[in-house]
């Protein structure tokens, strides 16, 4: 993986890809018992709610298909994929304390922040078969991916040893 470095002259964006008329970003409603949920809604208007198996449940990007990634917490934090027709699949980084938000491109694969045990985030790509890789920018005490383009190219920000933020670009070989 090659890590380019974006210092605050030179801004990352976080450019999602939504497929006209499907709305799933980073949204999710409360009922009565403030408990949240996620939802989306159709080209049609017609709204569909979810839930992934744990207390609360945030739905965080969707990609053309109509594919849902983001995070559901139970006793931690729990990454999943909503396929288009309505199945959930959750997930884990091998060891983490949590597997946080998360970012779908075209393809199904995911770029997402984790955990470790001492709740340091870190950088991870689960490819569109499930394997994940996890990676840090050299340097940096905090990863956290923020977006994953149609080419598995991976932006997001980092803090160096001296708690200055920067931005990054990971491009896949």
Do not use: K
């Amino acid at each position: 993986m090659n890590v380019q470095d974006r210092t605050p002259e030179n801004h990352c964006h976080d450019h999602r890809l939504r497929p006209p008329g499907l709305f799933a970003d980073n949204r999710r409603y409360y009922d009565a018992n403030s408990r949240p949920h996620g939802f989306v809604r159709d080209s049609g208007g017609t709204i569909t709610t979810f839930d992934g198996p744990g207390v609360t449940t945030s739905p965080i990007s969707i990609n053309p298909s109509g594919a849902i990634a983001g995070y559901y917490e139970g006793a931690q934090l729990h990454g999943f994929v909503r396929d288009p027709g309505g199945a959930i699949t959750t997930f884990d980084v091998p060891g983490a304390a949590g597997t946080g938000q998360s970012r779908i491109n075209p393809s199904g694969a995911i770029a997402g922040i984790y955990y470790d045990a001492s709740f340091t985030p870190h950088g991870f790509m689960r490819d569109p078969r499930g394997a994940i890789t996890t990676f840090d920018v050299p340097g940096a005490i905090e990863t956290d991916p923020f977006s994953i383009n149609p080419s598995g190219a991976i932006t997001g920000g980092y803090l160096d040893a001296s708690f200055v933020p920067h931005g990054f670009v990971l491009v896949q070989p």
